[in-house]
């Protein structure tokens, strides 16, 4: 696929770079309506479908992203893809919330938002080969063991997830529906699955002829344009919840996908990417030290809150965060 790629206008990549992200996007809602679909008809309590399927579902596109990265030998466009959909979602799809209503700050988010800090801080810290003594600094590696640690920490953080639903949400006694035929979501969910990979192998392969045509780093262009794609769905879906009132929900959703992005998708591309994950110098001079001013002020703005919300001035200044981000990288 990548000699037909390589083949192609610079128009053509931006117009299948468009459509496979659409695509990846809509198959992956459709895998995970009908893996629902499924669990309600054997009789899985809802709270464990919430749980579970419909949250691993909303990081479908990054780790589908990642993982056909990572098979293609572009680790560095896995690592941009994971890192900078967490920056974006910090930035700017909270950001964007808070502009269109209040995001109030419940205390399982504060409790959720310590987990992602710490995980976050130990992902930075593995990154470096030695201890910086000079600026700017030189490239790192991410050993797989780091890796494993994030899968291995992902179904205690779901099992946790989970015991806070369920003290605070009734339980469905709703049984199994044993007449309801299951060929045809069964059917559905293999067709999606099929549709997911197609459409990350085509993301993948046009981001990466795209790249070389531009002259600019794969892992510039997944921190930031794919990043951004695939944060999307979050972005219209945070804008929504807020000027409905429900901020708060919109917050923990946000937050939830980007633990799971730490531990599932960076994880998972850090755990089978052979050698560890490659560092480019450019996360350690601009990137992490922006996700780090990011994560320094949510924590400001949750736990020095005394109106417990993330206001519309907090939410500009996390947008002014995002666009020196974007400045940093496409300069």
């Known amino acids: 696929m990548e000699t037909l790629f390589a083949q192609l206008p610079l128009f053509l990549l931006i117009l299948i770079f468009i459509v496979s992200l659409i695509g990846l996007t809509k198959s992956a809602d459709l895998l995970v309506e009908n893996a629902v679909e499924i669990a309600e008809a054997i009789g899985i309590p809802e709270l464990i479908i919430g749980a579970t399927i419909v949250s691993l579902g909303t990081t479908l596109p990054e780790v589908a992203t990642s993982i056909t990265s990572i098979i293609n030998g572009s680790a560095e466009?896995?690592?941009?893809?994971?890192?900078?959909?967490i920056v974006t979602n910090m930035t700017l799809v909270l950001g964007v919330g808070a502009l269109a209503g209040l995001l109030p700050v419940a205390q399982s988010v504060a409790k959720n938002f310590s987990i992602f800090f710490g995980f976050s801080l130990l992902l930075i810290l593995a990154s470096f080969n030695q201890i910086p003594t000079k600026f700017p600094m030189a490239a790192g590696n991410i050993p797989n063991i780091i890796g494993w640690i994030f899968l291995l920490a992902l179904p205690v953080y779901l099992m946790i997830s989970f015991r806070k639903s369920k003290s605070t949400?009734?339980?469905?006694?709703?049984?199994a529906r044993p007449h309801q035929s299951l060929i045809k979501p069964i059917l559905l969910i293999f067709l999606a699955a099929l549709l997911v990979a197609f459409f990350a192998s085509t993301l993948v392969g046009s981001v990466k002829t795209g790249a070389r045509l531009l002259g600019v780093p794969e892992t510039i262009i997944g921190a930031t344009i794919v990043a951004l794609g695939t944060s999307l769905p979050e972005l219209t879906t945070i804008f929504s919840a807020a000027k409905k009132g429900y901020g708060a929900l919109a917050v923990g959703n946000v937050l939830g996908a980007n633990i799971l992005n730490l531990l599932l998708v960076l994880g998972l591309s850090i755990a089978i990417n052979p050698g560890g994950m490659p560092v480019p110098a450019v996360y350690f001079n601009q990137i992490f030290p922006i996700m780090l001013l990011t994560l320094i002020t949510l924590a400001i703005f949750i736990y020095n809150s005394k109106i417990k919300v993330i206001s519309r001035k907090e939410g500009i200044w996390l947008l002014f965060i995002y666009l020196v981000y974007l400045i940093l990288n496409t300069h």
């Open 169 to 175: 949400t009734k339980i469905s006694t709703e049984t």
């Open 77 to 85: 466009l896995a690592l941009g893809n994971a890192v900078g959909s």
